[in-house]
């Protein structure tokens, strides 16, 4: 009964959600995250139409589901670094393209090292492959927190909702691939109901902060972060053209 009424409160709560994009215009300014709400939602139904007629497939929809709603869900990342970071194009740039390394080296280690295991499309092998993900997109989300704080950029309301909420699902998610086969049974069964809450809460998170449009506001101090991006950029580039010039001699001798 518990988890039908948290089920079906989670698709009220998303498609609430979705019709306020609409109306408030937020959906094409947060295209990404929009779109990991209508999958989730898509997914859902999904799902139900599975289990009740084609019970059968029903596990291996469940988990090819949730793999494609973390490739999904890397998509929210970027957007919040794009979003964050939109008035320092260098450091924007420097960032998605980071993150973009991160994601496929994260993502191939974790393939191959599934695929070591002859029976690579098990169970645990995604698991394990969907834990190696979360927790990219949780430390991502971590470091792009510490360098606002560092450098005093403020997080506009939107904004804000979007990285806390989808904050703390993934650390829920991360939490649950951890410990859902390594833990004790109580707890396993205490988090069937814990995970799915917790996203839940990340709903309502969303609707608070995203009833209406706020932009990110700029300030003054936050301009040094761009600049002191920009002298390093500068002193790495003029240090590869004299790794370059170095190299060049030495292959001419």
Not at 57 to 64: H, N, V
Not at 88 to 117: C, E, I, K, Q, T
Not at 171 to 192: C, E, K, M, P
Not at 206 to 229: C, D, M
Request: net charge positive; glycine share 6%; charged share 15%.
């Amino acid at each position: 009964m518990l988890d039908q009424l948290i089920w079906w409160g989670s698709i009220a709560v998303e498609t609430l959600l979705l019709v306020r994009g609409l109306q408030t215009k937020l959906l094409s300014r947060y295209p990404a995250f929009y779109l990991y709400i209508v999958f989730v939602l898509s997914q859902s139904f999904l799902r139900l139409y599975v289990y009740h007629w084609k019970l059968f497939l029903y596990r291996y929809t469940y988990w090819s589901t949730e793999f494609v709603g973390i490739l999904v869900g890397c998509g929210v990342v970027f957007e919040i670094f794009r979003v964050g970071l939109r008035a320092y194009p260098g450091a924007s740039r420097m960032a998605r393209n980071s993150l973009l390394l991160l994601f496929l080296v994260a993502l191939v280690v974790a393939a191959g090292n599934a695929a070591n295991d002859p029976r690579w499309w098990a169970e645990a092998s995604i698991t394990e492959i969907q834990r190696t993900m979360r927790m990219v997109q949780a430390l991502s989300l971590f470091a792009l927190v510490l360098l606002f704080l560092h450098y005093s950029i403020p997080f506009g309301r939107n904004l804000r909702g979007i990285l806390f909420g989808y904050g703390l699902f993934v650390a829920g998610s991360v939490i649950w691939l951890t410990f859902a086969y390594t833990g004790s049974g109580h707890f396993r069964n205490s988090w069937f109901y814990l995970y799915p809450m917790s996203y839940d809460i990340s709903l309502l998170v969303w609707i608070v902060h995203l009833w209406g449009y706020r932009p990110n506001p700029q300030t003054k101090e936050s301009a040094q972060f761009e600049r002191q991006y920009e002298r390093i950029a500068a002193a790495t580039k003029r240090r590869l053209q004299e790794a370059r010039s170095y190299l060049d001699k030495a292959i001419d001798r």
